[in-house]
């Protein structure tokens, strides 16, 4: 069955960096479309990056600072997160499907267990 496990979240201080690993098993990375989602304190559900086949897409808030990657070999899902900020601080989901589905969480099928990211002073 499909399972996607995060790990590397943590407490940083603003401009720190952080980075997120999502192990994916069940299925294999390169023929889905994965992304990150995170809940934070008082905002809605929102998508952070999804990529597929190399092609990546980011939310505007978090262009030049985050990135997303995989490494097919290891079946694993990356974000690297650079020059933080308070407001980055939330819980962060690996989310896994066979079809893109952009920004509508609803629509993705496979979730983690989600990280927490806190970045405070």
């Known amino acids: 069955q499909v399972q996607l496990v995060e790990s590397g979240g943590g407490t940083v201080q603003p401009g720190g960096s952080l980075r997120l690993s999502c192990a994916a098993s069940?299925?294999?990375?390169?023929?889905?479309?994965m992304g990150w989602f995170r809940q934070t304190p008082g905002r809605e559900l929102e998508g952070v990056a999804v990529?597929?086949?190399?092609?990546?897409a980011y939310r505007a808030t978090v262009t030049g600072r985050f990135t997303i990657s995989q490494d097919h070999a290891k079946n694993t899902l990356y974000l690297q997160m650079n020059t933080l900020k308070v407001e980055d601080t939330g819980v962060y989901y690996c989310?896994?499907?066979?079809?893109?589905?952009?920004?509508?969480?609803?629509?993705?099928?496979?979730w983690g267990q989600g990280t927490q990211v806190t970045v405070s002073v």
């Open positions: 990529v597929r086949e190399n092609r990546p």
């Open positions: 069940g299925f294999t990375t390169s023929s889905y479309c």
């Open positions: 989310v896994a499907d066979r079809v893109c589905q952009g920004w509508d969480f609803s629509k993705y099928n496979f």
